[in-house]
């Protein structure tokens, strides 16, 4: 049985609900939405946190860039 890497991903964005669709849609993913709050600006967030392989990683980053260059993953 071939083993698979998967690593777990945690992605701040203001655009969360936008991305989590197109994880749906294109990695065929789940995850979750959770609030988060900025230690240095005090200002309210959403997180993502979903698991994929590894080899998808490159995927969700290119999915990510063009949503908002505020994401930080």
Known sequence: MKKVLMIRF???TPDAQRLCQNIFDQLHRTATIMDAHGAYS???KKMIICV???QKSPELEDMIK???KYSLF
């Open 10 to 12: 945690e992605i701040i």
């Open 42 to 44: 005090g200002t309210d």
């Open 52 to 54: 994929l392989e590894k």
């Open 66 to 68: 063009p949503l908002s």
